[in-house]
């Protein structure tokens, strides 16, 4: 093995909080090798990324660390929880750099994307003018930016989120670091477009020879990507070792239980004979992109006449990358976007119905959003949230009334009723979540529409919402669209799967004869670049 | 932290936003102080005239300029007039306290209700709505004010009807952006989809998770409006003599600071006084109102 490039030596970093010190990083100790992939795993809250911050000398106000990130990069060895800002300077972005995770937010919006890699270069080397132009134009062709002379002046926001991520990657090399920390540089991008931004990244490392540590909670990418892994749990380190030992024979409880988290079981297809429950037909939707006050609009087509049927019970999955029309299809179907083409829910039109013509049937058909956050008003109780669809379908119940149904739905969704009276605030995401859909159940809906209701959740979390929903189905006899990016899970829940991108079908069929054999070449690319290990 | 959160928080039964704010104000000191000390404010301003020996606008012969005294009865002392100035302090605050509640809570009323109604429904409305304020906005105030004067000639409650007439032009475009932002969040599709009314969406999920950049906007509309109607006063549109408000006080305090300073202190130390607990209060209040902070 090589040289040591950075060792963490019983790192600690504590969070001196108004109510208490709360200890982030615990007694950390690993070593990243020079050229080596060292992977950093974990779920969110595990003090993975606070981990790699410190390195950068980048912690919070609040933070506290204590303990040895010891440096071999430079000239001698330092302590980069001791050396000199001006030092710590002159390591950030040029002997280590770092990749984050929002490549929208990560870069400044109001700078060419050629000044902004320009900056890195003018800090830490003497190339000035043509040269250094020159090297811009030459690290953006490396980084895989189609024609690099003309999009060398493009503002961020004419970019892709991946040619975004390809820029911070840019910058990030600009000076030949011998450390690159990416905190889960691909979380925020759609599959296809991760799997091109991690080849990218291991044929940047054969050529520069760096150390890349890898931060991120997705198993898949670490066993493609990763040459070591170190497992991180509420701040500690349970367990490390080569990626192929760890993956094959993991020791401790928590990484088997990471390992573990696939979705799996399959769901049974309802027979041709089940009722129909909801049928669209030619559903088109189309948005003004710019909007004028006089003249006529110009119009982005979201969906394109997209036709489709779910019987009683069935549960259909809808994939696609951001972009492809899946959410907005959704929200047409619920008539929560205005579309044109023929929705029957039940044998009623309900596409010709006016809102208060639909309000009888919105306690029918509801919706789990994807981000537990912002789908929950933070200034209403749980219990008002839950409530809120009570007093709107169920106007003459008394309060104690709706109270003993809002503890039902509670109770179903395995939460303890006595919490009503908090904040969504107070809960987690995945807690979050189960309010969410308690407040779907509460109503007695037949037909529920999840739109990527797990994306946002960690692994172990996932599986239980899914399982829950799987219990829900079985118990009320519900229908189910399930949208979601995630093929893993939609395999687990759906029995039948459309395939959607740039607002068309391009394939539907049965779950079961679509991942086995899918037919068209996209869907086949969307499965190679989702399913990661199968091809590493 | 969410956990420590829940522990301490132990929910009493039956709680409401309003309720669980009320109970976080009284937990904030400042806040607590300043809302007592405003009470004792407009108690005082409103029964302290019968308690002072002295009227309105009685002449005491004895005393121009005099300073405070305990045996002359005029414990704050006398203007240039030889009227008593803690008598005229208090009328003055009457006034001012009464403009600031009423101005405010005018602007209050439209310009959330005007905004967020813009905000929400968008497009054509909204596009309609905000040029209107648009061009109230380019209409100068002195203006309106003096088209007031005189289609209904002078009256106080002109003053407030004239003030919060052009204060809620800021609320409304405040809280248009507020809403406009939220509207698109996941919680007022969620609500759409139960089939929550328009009406009920606006008051129960937008208009509370809008309060806080109101309550702050609220905060610094008092001292404008005292100011603006001070400024009024002084060009004969406002209240008139004998009656007095804060601002005419203090104005005319500034021309005696040399000769009589309490001319000047004493109206001013009510005023900043007040001021700074609505500024401590408004503070409380937003954060007594976001369930985050504890």
Not at chain 1, 39 to 64: D, H, Q
Not at chain 2, 240 to 249: A, D, I, K, Y
Request: charged content about 20%.
């Amino acid at each position: 093995m090589s040289q040591p490039l950075l060792e963490f030596d019983r790192l600690r970093v504590d969070f001196d909080l108004p109510d208490g010190t709360v200890t982030a990083v615990n007694d950390v100790s690993f070593t990243i090798y020079q050229g080596e992939t060292l992977a950093l795993v974990g779920e969110s809250g595990s003090g993975k990324s606070i981990t790699s911050t410190a390195a950068m000398g980048l912690l919070p106000e609040l933070a506290r660390a204590s303990g040895c990130i010891r440096w071999h990069g430079g000239a001698g060895d330092e302590d980069l929880l001791s050396v000199s800002r001006q030092r710590l300077r002159a390591i950030r972005g040029n002997e280590i750099s770092m990749i984050f995770q929002e490549p929208m937010t990560s870069l400044n919006p109001m700078h060419r994307i050629g000044r902004q890699i320009r900056e890195v270069l003018h800090k830490h080397t003497a190339l000035r003018g043509r040269s250094s132009h020159q090297r811009v134009l030459e690290l953006l062709a490396q980084v895989g930016i189609p024609e690099p002379e003309r999009r060398i002046d493009s503002y961020p926001h004419e970019l892709s989120g991946g040619q975004r991520q390809r820029v911070m990657i840019a910058m990030a090399l600009a000076c030949e670091p011998k450390l690159l920390i990416a905190d889960e540089p691909t979380t925020a991008l759609d599959v296809t477009v991760q799997a091109q931004i991690l080849a990218l990244l291991k044929d940047l490392q054969a050529r520069y020879g760096m150390a890349i540590l890898f931060i991120t909670h997705d198993l898949g990418v670490v066993r493609h990507l990763a040459d070591s892994v170190c497992v991180m749990q509420q701040g500690k380190i349970v367990e490390a070792g080569k990626t192929d030992t760890l993956f094959q024979s993991p020791q401790h409880s928590y990484t088997q239980m990471l390992i573990a988290a696939n979705p799996s079981g399959r769901k049974e297809a309802v027979p041709n004979s089940a009722p129909v429950l909801l049928k669209a037909q030619n559903i088109h939707v189309r948005f003004p992109i710019k909007k004028r006050l006089f003249g006529p609009n110009r119009y982005f087509e979201a969906v394109k006449n997209i036709d489709l049927t779910l019987r009683r019970g069935q549960t259909l999955g809808i994939v696609g990358e951001s972009g492809s029309g899946k959410t907005t299809l959704g929200r047409a179907l619920l008539r929560l976007v205005k579309s044109s083409g023929d929705i029957c829910f039940d044998d009623i039109d309900v596409a010709r119905l006016d809102r208060a013509g639909m309000r009888p049937l919105r306690s029918r058909m509801q919706v789990v959003f994807q981000d537990p956050f912002g789908s929950l008003s933070p200034r209403m109780t749980v219990g008002d949230v839950i409530g809120e669809g009570l007093r709107v379908h169920q106007p003459l119940l008394r309060r104690a009334e709706r109270d003993t149904l809002v503890i039902q739905a509670l109770e179903e969704v395995a939460l303890d009723p006595a919490h009503r009276h908090r904040y969504p605030h107070e809960f987690s995401g995945g807690q979050r979540q189960r309010i969410a859909i308690a407040r779907a159940l509460v109503v007695k809906p037949e037909f529920l529409l999840l739109d990527e209701p797990t994306s946002a959740l960690d692994r172990s979390v996932q599986m239980t919402v899914i399982q829950l929903l799987r219990d829900l189905q079985q118990r009320h006899g519900l229908t189910y669209l399930f949208i979601s990016h995630d093929l893993a899970v939609v395999r687990a829940l759906a029995d039948e799967v459309i395939v959607m991108r740039q607002g068309e079908i391009v394939e539907q069929r049965d779950t079961a004869s679509l991942f086995n054999a899918p037919r068209q070449t996209y869907t086949r690319e969307l499965m190679r670049a989702a399913f990661l290990e199968s091809t590493a | 932290m969410i956990m420590n959160n829940t522990t301490l928080t132990a929910p009493a039964v039956g709680n409401s936003l309003a309720r669980d704010a009320w109970r976080r104000l009284r937990q904030n000191g400042a806040a607590t102080v300043s809302l007592v000390l405003l009470a004792v404010i407009s108690l005082v301003c409103f029964v302290g005239p019968w308690l002072t020996p002295w009227a309105l606008d009685e002449v005491d012969w004895n005393a121009f300029l005099a300073p405070p005294s305990i045996e002359s009865g005029h414990y704050a002392g006398t203007d240039s007039n030889g009227r008593d100035l803690l008598t005229r302090v208090f009328y003055g605050g009457q006034i001012s306290l009464s403009v600031a509640l009423v101005a405010t809570l005018v602007s209050l009323v439209i310009g959330v209700l005007y905004g967020a109604i813009a905000g929400y429904f968008g497009g054509r409305v909204d596009n309609l709505m905000m040029r209107f304020v648009d061009i109230m906005y380019s209409l100068p105030f002195m203006f309106m004010v003096i088209l007031l004067m005189v289609v209904f000639g002078r009256n106080i409650l002109l003053i407030y009807a004239a003030i919060g007439a052009v204060e809620w032009l800021d609320m409304s475009r405040i809280v248009r952006g507020q809403v406009l932002a939220l509207k698109r969040r996941e919680f007022v599709e969620a609500a759409h989809a139960l089939g929550v009314s328009s009406f009920k969406i606006v008051t129960r999920h937008l208009i509370p998770n809008a309060i806080g950049p109101v309550i702050i906007y609220v905060t610094l509309t008092v001292p404008k409006v005292i100011l603006l109607e001070s400024f009024l006063s002084f060009l004969g549109l406002g209240v008139q003599e004998p009656l007095t408000s804060w601002g005419v006080l203090i104005s005319e305090g500034k021309d005696m600071m040399e000769t009589a300073p309490w001319m000047l202190i004493v109206p001013s130390a009510f005023l900043a006084i007040t001021l700074l607990c609505l500024n401590f209060l408004g503070d409380g209040l937003r954060d007594a109102l976001d369930p985050k902070t504890r």
